[in-house]
């Protein structure tokens, strides 16, 4: 499976109050994903909590995964910075401890042009030899990347990738299509936003960068097969026991349910990084409801099992 | 005056390609602005590039500015990050470096909830025993305060002021009576975004800050000082005069054109951080109309005299 293809699993990255991030609790998420043959990883994602963590915490992250993973997963890693300076430290950083491709959201505060985010990506291009995937997020960067500013990009040696958001309109296919008239063949396009997964591969997007998969990699396996082998009953029917946990994805932000998750799951205690706040009680009972109604699945291992 | 009320002058921050501040043209810039007159200085705003810049050189700067002031003009600091233990430590710092007010914007990455910001707020007063103004800024924070939130936070000890953005439907007086319904008296709330501040200080509105005021601290003194004293006339007459100046702001972002009119008044070269990119030479022949309009106003120094 090439890079930025098929399902990439984000793991939050589990870390102390001060930022300092538990390699070996990391370590346990990242043998769930590889076990259950997850495409990539995507490390230091949003979900990863990239932006909260220092440049040194940053790299022994990457050298821990790279070192857990032993090369059978692929290991893409998050080089988001305010400066462009920073983010060019960092995929140096990620390169030399063994990443095998970036993702490289725009992080933001004052607004950005889209020639000002052009120049950005072609520094950073210019700093590695890795593979990036543009990381089109406005929620958390507050830059969209048009479809002609991803035309331009798709040009520049390095850039190989676009992880989309899902289209407003939910027209998957006629976004795919007027991106794909635009760019090289072997330009890949995927999306994040795990409640749309379904129809995003149903409608041919490259790949799904999954928030989920970072805690339930066996589970969005199943969807993700059945979507790309364009079976969109199976892949319906999985979608429709993920439901309960979409809804409260949707309601309460995928990152802090994630937090909420891995301690159902027995995989860690940890906390989001303040001012970010954990979840309350009432939402780990209905995270309870939501691993039940997806152990209604056949799969190879049970959900609640601990690594 | 009362810190947080009248005209607070926001300079931005001179800083080599790497990050590292240059003090000595920094307090060329504040030597201007205390001269004029203004009533506080806002170091490390959004237009002093705070979230650029890391946290030794953000003390450094704060270390700088409260020497060249020497007390005459007191400073008000820029404490946002992204992690609350990290504004609780800029918060510490600029305490310890002598500031006299803090400003604190919520960034976020992660979009935040109201419950968050409140605890980040009251972490961060916790850590201190400055008086601190709420930055209101969603363009780049992404996150709009609530009047029940500012009404909430007012009560929460070392919380004095907010300042707020340009209200989208105009109507100054009637947001400001709403607020204050629900603030303590004692309980300070100014405005930013230049082009508005001569109706809000006309409405009632206890400080502006102001952005053009860090470079050109006399003229927009003019304006402060007609408008507090009810005089539509004259701020109306002063305001008129900065009207090809704002409408560059607005095209181009006020961070932008400070830079680039830095440079036209002969205060010093500097570049925004990138990807932040300086403009081009088209809109530095408009800085120079609209520094002829100003220079039609009778003022006590001339606009383009350096310091």
């Not at 990242?30 to 495409?39: F, P, S, T, V, W």
């Not at 004052?110 to 291009?125: F, S």
């Not at 072997?186 to 997964?197: E, L, M, T, V």
Request: charged fraction near 20%.
């Amino acid at each position: 499976m090439t890079l930025f293809h098929g399902l990439s699993a984000f793991p939050l990255t589990p870390a102390g109050a001060a930022g300092q991030v538990q390699t070996e609790a990391l370590c346990l998420l990242l043998e769930r994903i590889r076990k259950a043959g997850a495409d990539s990883v995507g490390l230091l994602g949003s979900t990863g909590a990239y932006p909260y963590l220092s440049r040194s915490e940053r790299r022994r992250t990457v050298e821990a995964a790279v070192e857990s993973l032993g090369g059978q997963t692929p290991v893409v890693v998050g080089v988001g910075a305010l400066r462009t300076d920073e983010a060019q430290e960092l995929a140096r950083d990620a390169e030399e401890a063994g990443a095998d491709g970036l993702l490289l959201a725009p992080m933001s505060y004052q607004p950005l042009t889209d020639g000002e985010v052009y120049q950005h990506v072609l520094a950073v291009t210019e700093a590695t030899g890795l593979p990036l995937c543009l990381y089109n997020n406005p929620t958390t960067t507050r830059f969209t990347f048009s479809p002609n500013l991803i035309a331009e990009l798709a040009q520049v040696p390095g850039v190989a990738a676009v992880k989309m958001p899902l289209p407003a309109d939910g027209d998957y296919a006629g976004e795919l299509g007027r991106i794909r008239a635009m760019v090289p063949a072997s330009f890949a396009i995927g999306h994040s936003g795990d409640w749309g997964a379904a129809n995003a591969l149903l409608a041919g997007s490259n790949a799904w960068f999954s928030v989920v998969a970072g805690l339930l990699p066996a589970p969005a396996l199943r969807l993700a097969r059945a979507a790309q082998a364009g079976d969109a009953e199976d892949a319906r029917r999985v979608d429709d026991a993920f439901q309960p946990l979409w809804s409260l994805f949707r309601q309460w932000g995928s990152f802090r349910v994630m937090y909420a998750l891995a301690d159902v799951l027995g995989l860690g205690a940890f906390e989001p990084p303040r001012p970010l706040l954990p979840i309350g009680p009432e939402v780990r009972a209905r995270l309870g409801e939501a691993l039940d109604r997806l152990a209604t699945l056949s799969l190879p291992t049970s959900i609640h099992s601990a690594p």
